[in-house]
């Protein structure tokens, strides 16, 4: 039968959209299943606060009345009107190994982003680079971390053989206890900016995290505001982001520096609940504080850092390096503790992917942003 694509306009397709990557990748062990009900929310203009300044088109790729492929079309005003680009987005793609079915989904995707006034599009966003984005295109091997994404190596070729092209890759960086070998240099000055005295430190807790994280959220925004891709968050954004963090957050792996009592830095790594999630199957039921008790051994084992920032002011000053050195501190204090993953960080980012070489990293994973342009 051949494919058609449709948009996706009532609750039950709605509904086929979220359940489809559980059809495709259920069968495979590295997969992690998303839970419905968040992705839901997430894909609903009026229940998440991205939809505040963006709108999409989601299409369902169907075989005989089957679904085979899903894909959203999105648009972000916010981050268009930030970094001055007619971009169209395209995320939430997956598909199984159907040529005609991919073709079909970003026919419907280019041309709905082009009749939006979009001259380009990247992706795969799902749906910002604020959210879980890129192709896993390198470290199929691997599971994947908390809130980054896991796909076939078909995936690459389904989408290069539609020239997308490359437009930047998204590194993961694996630090293990058991190889953490550190060269003098950092050791020797992590240990003098230290003594210095120049920045104080502490970790978070419950009374201080939600103020916190507002604090690193505007830490990452002054920070990362020239890197690509970066996309500033609402306010309505941030407080969903609190209120997500707060119920995973280990609070002595979120760490914030000072500059004369002002906030110059700080990191922030998530447990990796993963293997609770593989657990869980999509959806929390009555047996999920099991679920937890069965999977807590493995969330203790390794971590993820997800917020990195350091002020201009303070970058030359020595800071990315004490603010590495003392995470990698704290982590070592818990002997449960085997490894952190560094994700994402820009391919061209050299400081950042030099320091985490520093510290006995390696590039574990590599995951694609495409683009294809829309105006020729």
């Not at 979009?118 to 896993?136: D, E, H, I, K, W």
């Amino acid at each position: 039968m051949p494919v058609s694509v449709i948009p996706v306009r009532s609750d039950q397709e709605l509904t086929a959209f979220v359940d489809l990557p559980h059809a495709v990748h259920s069968a495979h062990p590295l997969w992690i299943p998303p839970l419905k009900q968040q992705e839901r929310a997430l894909l609903r203009p009026g229940s998440h606060p991205f939809w505040e300044s963006a709108r999409r088109e989601l299409f369902l790729a169907l075989r005989d009345d089957a679904p085979v492929g899903r894909i959203a079309a999105i648009v972000d005003e916010k981050y268009n009107n930030y970094a001055k680009e007619p971009c169209g987005a395209f995320g939430f793609f997956e598909c199984l190994e159907d040529r005609e079915a991919a073709v079909s989904l970003f026919t419907a995707t280019r041309a709905w982003l082009k009749n939006e006034g979009m001259a380009f599009m990247r992706g795969p966003l799902n749906p910002s680079t604020n959210y879980t984005c890129g192709l896993l295109v390198h470290g199929f091997e691997l599971p994947p971390t908390v809130m980054m994404p896991w796909n076939p190596p078909y995936y690459a070729s389904l989408l290069e053989g539609l020239r997308l092209r490359k437009e930047q890759d998204l590194l993961a960086w694996l630090i293990e206890r058991d190889r953490l070998v550190l060269p003098d240099r950092p050791i020797t000055e992590a240990a003098r900016l230290k003594a210095e005295g120049r920045f104080t430190y502490r970790c978070s807790g419950k009374t201080t995290l939600a103020r916190d994280i507002h604090t690193m959220l505007d830490i990452y925004r002054q920070s990362w505001a020239e890197n690509w891709g970066f996309s500033p968050l609402s306010e309505a954004e941030s407080a969903q982001l609190v209120k997500e963090l707060k119920q995973i957050l280990n609070p002595e792996y979120f760490i914030l520096f000072f500059h004369n009592n002002e906030p110059a830095g700080g990191v922030v790594a998530l447990p990796d609940m993963n293997p609770l999630l593989k657990r869980l199957r999509g959806s929390i039921g009555i047996t999920a504080p099991w679920h937890w008790w069965r999977a807590l051994p493995e969330i203790r084992r390794g971590c993820r850092t997800i917020l990195f920032g350091v002020k201009d002011a303070y970058r030359l000053m020595g800071l990315p390096l004490l603010l590495f050195g003392i995470l990698l501190e704290e982590m070592r204090k818990n002997p449960r503790f085997q490894w952190v993953e560094g994700s994402w960080v820009l391919e061209d980012n050299s400081a950042i992917n030099t320091l985490l070489e520093d510290f006995s990293g390696r590039i574990t994973k590599r995951y694609r942003i495409y683009r294809q342009e829309l105006v020729r």
